[in-house]
């Protein structure tokens, strides 16, 4: 059973930059038939996606964070990570690492979520 | 791109439940739906429109056509009280509704 996992600060100072890292356990991040993504869910809300990568380093963002957002895969620690740029409040989240399933399009596993909050 | 959900849907223990998610050809796209339970990380109830993951219960079922995807509780128990978000892929981005909590009365 793949399990994955958050890690990073819990909190950041506005302006700066957030990071964190994804470890994945029982499968492996060079799998060919997954991606490897980013889901953030600010207090009280919904469910936002960031982006997902492959292992190869190919990298699809959503638009409306693109310029800010910089994902990264490091294969021999069978990890992923997020960069966000010049946060503020208005990215205080839960952060969610998951595999999406390229063939079934589907979020199939997922990480318990890092709380991020960005305040000075 | 949007997906449009219900804020809330109620419904009464052993009752149908039926949640809703709307979006411009809606149809012609692959509709996942998740269930967030308070406190937790979304988990996959159905993907593909119809396809339940192993270990999901045969009364989560699914439909989409044209503008609307409907997922759709059987026998709605109260373990099944959560936020239920629908989500598609538009443009190799994921696409997300805003979430229905759904409450077992």
């Known amino acids: 059973q793949v399990q994955l996992q958050e890690s990073g600060p819990g909190l950041v100072k506005p302006s700066e930059t957030l990071s964190l890292t994804c470890t994945v356990s029982?499968?492996?991040?060079?799998?060919?038939?997954?991606?490897w993504g980013w889901i953030r869910q600010p207090p009280g809300k919904g469910l936002q996606y960031i982006g997902s990568?492959?292992?190869?380093?190919?990298?699809f963002n959503d638009p409306s964070l693109k310029d800010r957002v910089t994902l990264s895969v490091d294969t021999s620690k069978n990890q992923f990570s997020l960069r966000l740029t010049s946060v503020t409040a208005a990215d205080t989240a839960v952060y969610y690492c998951?595999?999406?399933?390229?063939?079934?399009?589907?979020?199939?596993?997922w990480g318990q979520g890092s709380l991020v909050t960005v305040s000075s | 791109y949007e997906l449009t959900q219900p804020p809330s849907v109620s419904v009464s223990p052993g009752q149908t439940a039926r949640i809703t998610c709307s979006g411009e050809?809606?149809?012609?796209?692959?509709i996942s739906w998740y269930q967030q339970k308070a406190g937790q990380s979304p988990v996959v109830v159905l993907y593909k429109d119809t396809k339940r993951p192993s270990g999901v219960p045969e009364r989560f079922s699914g439909s989409n056509s044209e503008t609307t995807a409907t997922l759709t509780i059987s026998g709605t128990q109260a373990l099944d009280e959560a936020d239920y978000y629908c989500?598609?892929?538009?443009?190799?981005?994921?696409?997300f509704g805003g979430g229905t909590k759904l409450t077992v009365l």
């Open positions: 989500q598609a892929w538009v443009s190799s981005t994921a696409v």
């Open positions: 998951a595999r999406r399933d390229y063939g079934d399009q589907v979020f199939d596993f």
């Open positions: 029982g499968g492996s991040i060079t799998s060919s038939s997954y991606y």
């Open positions: 990568l492959y292992y190869s380093g190919n990298t």
């Open positions: 050809k809606l149809g012609d796209k692959y």
